[in-house]
């Protein structure tokens, strides 16, 4: 089993910058692609981005690409997402998440274990 725990969001003005962290325990997160969702209110879990758990590269969904970054600190067993040039549409709540799927994935069945989520509000 692994748990995931979210934290680094806020209430911020748009434009700005957050970094969302993710810590993992009982296993590691080097064991996993790592993977971040959002979810506004009324609206369904979205993908963010997701990082493989071999070499580390990524994969982003076009409404953050070029504005978030997911890395990953084995030695810390923390995932990253640093958000840049926010928008009030990236108000969510943002979930990290593990996979054990042989590939990197952007579907959320995919995910075995999730976080609490953190709220990130960006305000116009």
């Known amino acids: 089993q692994v748990q995931l725990v979210e934290s680094g969001g806020g209430l911020v003005q748009a434009g700005v910058s957050l970094r969302l962290s993710c810590t993992a325990s009982?296993?590691?997160?080097?064991?996993?692609?790592m993977g971040w969702f959002r979810q506004a209110p009324g609206k369904e879990r979205e993908f963010v981005t997701v990082?493989?758990?071999?070499?580390?590269?990524?994969y982003y969904a076009d409404s953050v690409k070029g504005r978030f970054t997911i890395s990953r600190d084995n030695a810390r067993n923390t995932v990253y997402l640093q958000m840049n040039s926010l928008k009030p549409e990236d108000t969510a709540v943002y979930y990290c998440?593990?996979?054990?799927?042989?590939?990197?994935?952007?579907?959320?069945?995919?995910?075995?274990?999730w976080g609490q989520g953190t709220q990130v509000t960006v305000s116009s």
């Open positions: 990082i493989n758990r071999g070499y580390g590269s990524t």
């Open positions: 998440a593990a996979s054990g799927r042989l590939m990197m994935t952007t579907r959320q069945n995919d995910y075995d274990y």
């Open positions: 009982g296993r590691t997160v080097s064991s996993y692609h």
